[in-house]
Structures are given as structure tokens and as C-alpha cells.
């Protein structure tokens, strides 16, 4: 606040001072305002309560104690120093004020308890040998503080070890600290002794189909080991016909303790004998009387035969001497074989033409066959060849003849008059090809009379394809032959295998019937000018080459046939090899005969005919056609005859 000043002034002008008033001594006073001075306070004094919650500032006015300024703040309390488990923590409080005289206070107070220790379980830790063990207990509230302590431990067998147990010891740990609890473990630590096994016993089964292998051990008869497996047969003998065949069982074991085992036995009863179909072998004596001798081959072991001369009879049947023999065969059974010999050494068949020649051979057919008439006729043009030719088999099935037939009403007529008198009321007449190689008209009324079966194609090539289904070939051994040509395929006719005509390549249709088939063994006649190197290989697609019959013109390849089918003939067919006609007819007779077809001629070619009769002392056989074409020098000297023996001209008796 402001203040008031009074000034008092006093004169004392002296005795000598003579005033009016008489005063002698003046006194003036007068009052002015001083400015308030300000306060000058001391330095503030902070008070802080008991609990430190609060702290009051207070400062003084050193010109006016009664000047006082006071302000009393709530403190803030934080944590700035944990307790733990030994030490007290610590509160540090802060007042601040809102007078700017006064300064912020902080106050640490060491207020906090300490936590004192959480103490953990102990552990114990054993040492590698478990010769010592360390005990420790660790505060959770500080890992610092532990407290450890290591013993040596003492011990004890208490298991002893075994072949295949480990001994156990039990080691012991006592703690002089109370806070630790005495300890043990057992531990499997003396090794197992091991087995000392005695030899390994096996034992078989009965059947010999396993075996178990045993081994004890000598430490303790308790412990056993035991494997049992199967065995493994081998037949290492095998059984013959006589002899009881050896089987061999091997036994390996996973164990390798156990060593593999071998056991061989005589198990197998002999197999016996297994006696084929026997091989006749038919000898003419000089007497003129003929013997046979069948031998039986075993197909187990083809070194165990077996003989027996048959009983022959021996009939005449008009041009034809029919043995039949008989013999018993070595498993008790009766078996038969015939032999058909010509009455004469040498026939000559032949007609007016080819066409008079087909009926005759047919004639011949009946007296080889036995019969008067026929249950199938085969028919086919005179005119050409391909399909006679390919269906020689089909006729040789059937027991069949192959009539030849062309348009003219003579033959007509004569054919047709030959089938009415030769073929059975229910016969059945197959015809080859077409009606452009058999017309409609030629048959007349055979149709209404008998079964009519034409076997066709627009082609030699599809007629053969239907030959053969119609002989039901679905694979195994057939021959192959040029479809150009007649002269292998002829000399093939007398084999009993269906023949497949052939041209430079396999048709689509060829193909097509190949793929159908199975197992095909392809027999090929003539050489690569008639069947090509490339149809070869097409056929290898669909089946096996077995052979390919290949001489240095017709006549050799004609005989290569025969010693390779008919090499134990006794007889043997002749046709012409210039031309076709009369030979067209002589497969059938040929394979009836056991006989090879060879084709021939008058001059030097003959030789491949001659040598082939005279290597098998062939002296007696068929000539188809006439002289003029095989002359009868030719013939007596294939067959061995002397000039002035007779060549027979067949006649039907």
C-alpha cells in the first residue's frame, strides 16, 4: 500500500528572535503520499505432510511478516526403484505449483518393503558318472539369488546284468542344506553279458515247404531264438519215364545267425511213358508180300522207342492193294495203319482231255477211298488253273474229287452225267470261282438234284480267300505260291496244308484275313521271282517264315517238296510241267497215296525226278495224262523199269 509522509519543520530563531507573536520557535507540517515499496519476501519454506500426499509453500515479506503467501498442492507418487528380495524400494513424490515463486518439489522416500525370496523347487542334477549330484534352489523373484550345493554320492547294485538285460545301480545323494531332500536314481548302467549260443538246430516241415531254425543260449536255456520260413523248390532232377525226379528246397533266413539250408528229395514219381501216334515203316519183300513195323516214340524222352511188327492183311480193290496192319502198342492199345499200293508198278491215267482225265482220276479216287460214290464233288473250270489249285485241300478235307468243267454242251453233259452216277443223293457239290469260270447254265439241273455251294471272288485271290474260310484256317502251317503261275502250287497240291495265292504284294483283303488269324507258319514255294522278297516280309507281319522251298527252276523246287514232306515215300505222282490240265486233279490222289505230286518232263529236267525215285528206290507210281506228254521212256526211267516192263493204262474196274 501507499504510505504517508508528515514533514515537521521547527525554527528556533533564538531570545533575540522578536516575532509578533512572541513566538520564538516556528513549527510547520506538511503531509505528501510515499509509494507503496513492494514486498521483499524471504525464501519459500515447503512443508510436506506425513504421508507425503501434500506439501504446502509458504513465503514471508521481510518488510510486513504479517505478509505472508501460502499454496498447498497434492503430490504425484511413482516407483522409481523396486523393492526386492533383500532391499526397500522407493517412492518418489512431486509437487508442483501453480505460483511461479515457488519450485517444483521431488521427494524419495524409501518406502517399499522388500519381497523377501519365492523360492522354486529344487533340482537336482546328476553328474555323467552319477558320481556327485548338485542340488540348486533359485529364487523366481531374482534367478541371482540360488543356493547350490554338490555332494559325492554313494551306491548300489541292486540288479545284476543278464544276456540281454543291463545291471542297475542305485546312487544315493544326501545335502548337509535342510532345504534339499536326499536323493536316489536307478540307472540300468552295467551292460548286458551277452548270449553264448549253441550250434543252431533246423527242423523241416513234412511237406518240406518251411523251415524253423532254432538256437538256445547256453547262459540261460530261456533265451531262444526262432526264425521259420518258406521254402524255395527247385526241381533239379527232373523225373523220367523210369526215374523219380529230385527236388531241391532252399530255406535263407533273415536271422544271419542261421545259415541258408538245402534239402534235396527224391519226390517226384517217374512220369512214365508217353506214347504217341506210332511210325509205321512198310517194307515190300521180294516174295511180294509187305511187312510193317510200327514204332512207338516216346514224346517224354524220344530215346525210349518201342517195336512191333504188325499183323498185315492185304486185300485187292480193283487197281489198288489195300494193307491194313495191326499192332499192339506198348500201353496195350491197338493201333492200325494202311498202306494203298498199286496192283501194277506203274499206271498211266489219262482221258480224251482234261476233262475226261478229272473223271478218271476221280475213278481212281473211289478205289483209294473204297467207296462207289461221293459225299462232296468239287467243280471247277478246265480252263485255268488258280482255282483247282487252291482247293486241292478243301477236296483232300472232304475225300472230294476235282472235276473239271468248261462250256460246251458235250462236256457239260458228260460232267454233269458223272456227278448224278458219283455223288450221293444228299451230296453237295462246291464249286470254285464265279460264273465267269463257272457259268450258271453248265450246272443245269444239278441244283435241283443236289447242294450247291459256290466258294467265289471277283478274283483268284478273294475266290482262295474264301476257300480257306471255308476250310476254317485260322492259323498253323500253309503254304504260299504264286497265283501266276501253276507249277509250285501244283507240286503243293498233294501236301496236306491249304495253300494262299500271292501276287506281287498282299491285297487289303490278304491283310485282312491275316490279322484274323493266329500263329500263321508260313511255308513258301518257288523262289523270289515268284514270291517276292517284299511279300515275305509283309507275311513275317502276320506270322513265321519257316521255310522257303526255292530250287533252280520248277522241277528241283518240286522235289525239294517232296523229300521235305514225302521223304518216306513208297510211291510217287508225276504230272506234266509245261502245261496244267491233267495235273489239276492229281493233288487229291497224291495225298491219298502218302505220295508226292513231282512235276517232270522228257528231257533233261527229268533227272531232278529220277534222282529223287531212285535216293528212296521208288519204283512204282501214277503218270498223269497221256504219252504224248510224259512219254513212257521218261517214265520207266524215273521209276526204274526196265524197257520192256508195262507201264498200265488205268481202266476202272
Known sequence: EKGVRTITATADMGEDFISVSGETVFTETITEEIPAKGHDYGDPV??????????????????DPTHVETETVKTTAKVTKEATC?????????????????????????????????????????????????????????????????????????????????????????????VFLPQYILVDNIPATGHDWEEPTYKWAEDYTSVTATRVCKKDSQHVETETVST??????????????????????????????????TNIDPIGHKWGEPEWTWTEEKDGTVTAVAKFVCENDPSHTYEEEG???????????????????????EYTDTLKLLRKDVLRIFGSNRYGTSMKVSDFLTELLDTEKYEHVVLTTGLNFPDALSGAYLANTLDAPILLIRGDETTIAEVQKYIQQHLTADGEIFVLGGVNAVEEDWLGDLDD???????????????????????????GDILVCTGREYADSLSGSAVDMPILLVKDALTAEQKEFLSSIKGAKFHIVGGTAAVSS??????????????????????????????????????????????????????????????PLIVTVSDNRKSFAVNFCKERSITSGIVLGGSGLIDDATTRQIFAMKAGDEIVIYEHE
Request: glycine content about 6%.
Open 46 to 63: 515447503y512443508t510436506w505432510n506425513e504421508d507425503n500426499s501434500e506439501v504446502t509453500a509458504t513465503r514471508t515479506c521481510k518488510n
Open 86 to 178: 533383500e532391499e526397500k524400494g522407493e517412492t518418489t513424490y512431486t509437487a508442483e505449483f501453480k505460483n511461479e515463486a515457488f519450485e517444483k518439489q521431488t521427494k524419495v522416500v524409501a518406502n517399499i518393503d522388500p519381497i523377501g525370496h519365492a523360492w522354486e523347487e529344487p533340482t537336482y542334477i546328476w553328474s555323467d558318472d552319477y558320481k556327485s549330484a548338485t542340488a540348486t534352489k533359485v529364487c523366481k523373484n531374482d534367478p541371482a539369488h540360488n543356493i547350490v550345493e554338490t555332494v559325492e554320492t554313494t551306491s548300489k547294485v541292486v540288479k545284476n546284468p543278464t544276456c540281454t538285460e543291463n545291471g542297475e545301480t542305485v546312487y544315493y545323494a544326501t545335502f548337509t542344506n535342510p
Open 232 to 265: 524255395v523248390a527247385e526241381i533239379t532232377k527232373a523225373a523220367t519215364c523210369l526215374e523219380s525226379g529230385q527236388t531241391t528246397y532252399t530255406a535263407t533266413f533273415k536271422n544271419e545267425a542261421f545259415k541258408k539250408q538245402t534239402l534235396t528229395i
Open 311 to 333: 499183323k498185315v492183311t492185304s486185300v485187292v480193290k480193283g487197281n489198288v492193294v489195300v494193307h491194313d496192319a495191326i499192332a499192339t502198342g506198348p500201353d496195350g492199345k
Open 449 to 475: 438234284k443236289f447242294t450247291v455251294t459256290r466258294v467265289r471272288g471277283d478274283n483268284r485271290y478273294l475266290t482262295n480267300l474264301d476257300i480257306l474260310n471255308k476250310v476254317d484256317y485260322r492259323g
Open 534 to 595: 517284299a511279300v515275305e516280309k509283309e507275311l513275317a507281319n502276320y506270322g513265321e517264315i519257316v521255310e522257303r522251298f526255292a530250287g533252280a527252276n520248277r522241277y528241283e523246287t518240286s522235289t525239294l517238296l517232296a523229300k521235305k514232306f514225302f521223304n518216306n515215300a513208297k510211291q510217287a505222282v508225276l504230272a506234266y510241267g509245261v502245261n496244267f490240265p491233267d495235273g489239276l486233279c492229281g493233288g487229291v490222289i497224291a495225298a491219298k497215296m502218302d505220295a
